[in-house]
């Protein structure tokens, strides 16, 4: 049962083959049985899911079964759950449990999903590893001595191990992108406001989105019509209206205009990389696509760009974890100060507290000018670059990542390495266009994936593209070893 | 471009988060070194260009002056971390 | 208090609670007196994931403000984050407006005592969250403070007034002036005592004649203009001292207790706090239509200056009067009810201004919870007018209503204070009290005219006293004077 996609499931429930409750049954036992290995877990919510799942199985019984009716799935522990711990990865939110939930995660209860639990992040989704969660790192599932990629590592293992068919990520920097391409999975980071962002944790607020993972773009494509939807709780979310993304996955892509940035086939690219990407890049060829080159000329600044932009957010977004009103707090604060310099210390991992700091230096008095005015006008110049691009070509592709997943603690001392991982990802969260990524491939036994990137709410194209490679190639059919 | 240490302690009473003296210098080190990757961003011409602050071209939406939150004081307080007749407490605030 | 050789420069920055029904970015109470934390919802206390939408009342009132003051509107306005940590302020930031504020520069006319009129220029206007609440002492165990964020997200305007006014006086009228306008065109309740309006004073002097602004200091939250008054003067005292002593003054925020008349600099770790501005990214632009704009405009409640001269010219109402009860929203408002209901205007200003305010005054309550209402003083008015009553019974009758004895027909019915108005029946009394006092009448018959009218009040009394007064003065004073000249 857990070799089936979203689409088989949904299908099989129907038909009665098998029922949510037993669904539900098998994914809590492989979890139980199997997460050991991998710690893409935070909490596993069984009770829920069971009478979720009972539930879920009188509606399909009745026959006014909503579109995802007892399909189990996970959450990234970044969207508020009511009444179940949202830790965002960090000891600062370990004992806290909303009493509201996040519109994404009332969209697919709406849609008869069933909750098996939430899943480990880097803390406060800041992280291209997740090494850097308060409950330790995650691990992937193609290689246990590899990280899965971050900030949604454990939502992105969970899918690859088979825990569960599909879960939700968040996606600022690359956050859905890199660690499907590292689990070979499939992710998408929809147009920034496609997705609403009440009770997603917030990181970089304008740089956020919410977004589905699965193994096929078919899956991502039923998670995202449920997942998106106009909120007028969040006054970035924009008023439009959500398509069947699921209704276009079969249109015919020749004709398609591909754009292939110079700059994302650059050195630091991985040679067993580019040849699984040229590779797919063909495939569409012999599907009828036409490649053009293109060039997206300020990409080297992206990562600069956004290593201001998103700390800078971010600083001010995480002032609010304080110790008085929920979370963490320390113990016996003598004073005021005490009590928020030390709540902080304890409460946030390092990674978190450097990137307060440098947010806060960005925005300080004498250098806002030079770093956060000038990264805010470099991103006007790279959204330019995409809209000129997207004058010729109707997608983007390129690598997700410079290559496969890298050992734990490679990155070493230095955060800038880490930050590099994200290099051909940034650019979207700042143009604040759609991107995603599916499995093209294996170098040294390990997965890499294909980025496509579309123009402001092309979703439906990039998932049809995406679809029909994955209709011509099994990529995104291997599994991981030790999951059976 | 390096951080100096008197700047992270400047730094770190902004963000109010304590920082040991024994991990001054790793501090230091560490955001030396994303300073200097943001630096990049000096060398870049951008006379003229606006800064972008929304990467949508939208404006803000109005909501309606119409009450729509009930009390749920109870709900909230459960799960704060001191609070005492309705209040939520922390050392003495001095002005 | 004035010193030779210096000149006073003051600005003053007002912040003004805005009536509307829910906070600013929330959709919470703002309802007055509500026990603790009891409007405060998941936004207002910054819980994880929450966001800010924008309240339309809000925007307009602050717009409708800008009109008031012919100020140029931000078409285009944007929110900034104010970075800094206070229990009170639980996002660790202030959502506020900085760099494009959504009303311009502006002007607002002031009158002084002396009859002079002078001009304020408003730098802008800028709509923000308020903050919360501290308590540091209360049910709660000793050597903690306690925060209720019942008021955090409640909305404001903040108005920036150019450094222009030269002396308390004139910055009593400004501050003044602002509460007249916000009341009249109701965007504030302008209820002092509630915090509905608060006044940061920046205070500079300088060697009269020079031009160059001296170092100022900030004194915050002043809620009254007595308070103001006084803080005013002991800074500008302070700031002299130290000059003509040869210190410098140190650019700082300062605090009045206005309960102790003690005024302190606040004591703040950092001298001066980086807040770190910068775009809000969770609020997008905000854009006013002109047509939003010209619907407001049409709409604007009458200014206090209108009301003024409409009420000289449609009541007759004096210069003095017109402004003192025209400035005042309330005032103004129950007067014209008064007036209106009665049909004597003059003596609904009289009452009003008069008699009514100072037993308010006396009781420190706002016309709106006096407890004679303006109907109700209309109808004594009325009475007044009428003649059922004279001017000194309806003292009395006034007090009766106060303190919830009735209506005025009631209390008047129920004490039997009806004036007594019927020329047959007060002939009858003027002739009895004459017969019953001989000696006196003598005596009035005997005298020379000078000292004749001296003894009118004697019957008048005995008059008043048979009536138990009342009997129609006016009327009584005509039938006594005819009497008594038919004796001679």
Known sequence: ?484 | MSIERQEIENLATLSRIAIGEDTITEVSQRLSSVLELVDQLQAVNTDGVEAMSHPMKATQRLREDEVSEINQREAFQAIAPDTEEGLFLVPKVIE | MSYSGWETVIGLEVHVQLATKTKIFSGASTAFGAEANTQACAIDLAMPGTLPVLNKQAVHYAVMFGLAIDAEIGKESAFERKNYFYPDSPKGYQTTQLEKPIVGRGNVEIKLADGRTKNVRIHHAHLEEDAGKSLHEGDFRHGVSGIDLNRAGTPLIEIVSEPDMSSAEEAIAFAKKLHSIVTSIGICDGEMSQGSMRFDVNVSVRPTGTTELGTRTETKNLNSYKFMEEAIAKEVERQIDLLEDGGTIKQETRLYNGDTKVARSMRSKEEANDYRYFPCPDLLPVIVSDETIEELRRNLPELPDARQARFIEQYGLSDYDAAVIGSDAAMAGYFEIAAEKSGNAKLAANWTMGELAARLNSQDLSISKSPVTADQLGELVTRIADNSISGKMAKEVFEGMWTGEGSADEIIEARGLKQVSDSGALEQMVVEVLSANQAMVDDYINSDEAKRKKKLGGFMGKIMQASKGQANPQQVNQILAQKLSELL
Request: aromatic content about 8%; hydrophobic content about 40%.
């Open chain 1, 1 to 484: 049962m857990h070799n089936l996609t979203i689409a088989e499931l949904v299908t099989g429930l129907q038909s009665k083959e098998f029922s949510s409750v037993e669904l539900t049954q098998h994914f809590l036992a492989r979890i139980a049985k199997l997460d050991a290995n991998y710690n893409a877990v935070i909490t596993v919510t069984a009770d829920q899911a069971l009478k979720a799942a009972a539930a879920a199985d009188l509606r399909l019984a009745a026959g006014n079964a909503p579109a995802l009716c007892g399909v189990p799935i996970l959450h990234k522990d970044i969207f508020c759950t009511n009444g179940v711990r949202t830790s965002c990865g960090s000891k600062m939110l370990d004992n806290f449990i909303p009493p509201y939930n996040a519109t994404v995660v009332e969209n697919l209860e709406q849609a008869g999903a069933v909750v098996l639990g939430k899943t480990n992040m880097d803390e406060f989704a800041m992280g291209s590893s997740n090494e850097t969660s308060f409950y330790g790192p995650v691990k992937n599932p193609w290689a246990s001595d590899s990280v899965p990629g971050g900030s949604s590592g454990g939502s992105a293992a969970a899918v690859a191990a088979r825990l569960a068919p599909g879960a939700t990520a968040t996606d600022t920097g690359g956050s859905i992108r890199q660690p499907a391409a590292l689990c070979g999975i499939t992710g998408l980071k929809p147009t920034y406001g496609r997705v609403s962002r009440w009770g997603m944790i917030a990181f970089a607020s304008s740089l956020d989105q919410g977004g589905p993972m699965a193994r096929t773009a078919e899956d991502c494509a039923i998670l995202l019509n449920c997942m998106a939807s106009y909120d007028d709780k969040d006054s970035t979310c924009i008023d439009r209206e959500v398509p069947d993304y699921s209704a276009t996955l079969n249109n015919g892509i020749k004709g398609l205009k591909i754009g292939v940035p110079s700059e994302y086939f650059s050195e630091g690219l991985d040679p067993g990389t580019e040849k699984a990407v040229r590779a797919a890049l063909a495939e569409f060829e012999a599907q009828g696509a036409e490649l053009i080159d293109i060039s997206l000329p300020n990409t080297g600044l992206s990562v600069p760009a956004y290593y201001v932009i998103a700390p800078a957010e971010a600083s001010a977004n995480l002032s609010r974890f304080d110790g008085v009103r929920y979370g963490y707090r320390c113990k016996d604060p003598k004073d005021l100060n005490d009590l928020y310099t030390r709540t902080r210390a304890e409460g946030f991992g390092d990674e978190v507290k450097r990137r307060i700091l440098i947010g806060t230096y960005c925005l300080s008095a004498g250098y806002y000018d030079a770093y956060y005015g000038k990264a805010q006008q470099v991103r006007q110049l790279i959204q330019q670059d995409f809209e000129k691009a997207f004058q010729q070509v109707d997608v983007i592709m390129g690598p997700t990542t410079p290559s496969p997943a890298f050992k734990f603690g490679s990155k070493g001392d230095d955060p800038v390495a880490m930050y590099l991982e994200d290099i051909y990802t940034i650019a979207t969260n700042l143009a604040g266009l759609p991107g995603m990524s599916v499995p093209c491939g294996m170098v040294d036994d390990k997965p890499v994936g294909l980025q496509i990137i579309g123009n402001y709410f092309d979703e439906a194209r990039m998932l049809n593209v995406a679809h029909q490679y994955q209709q011509a190639t099994d990529w995104h059919a291997l599994a991981p070893e030790g999951i059976a």
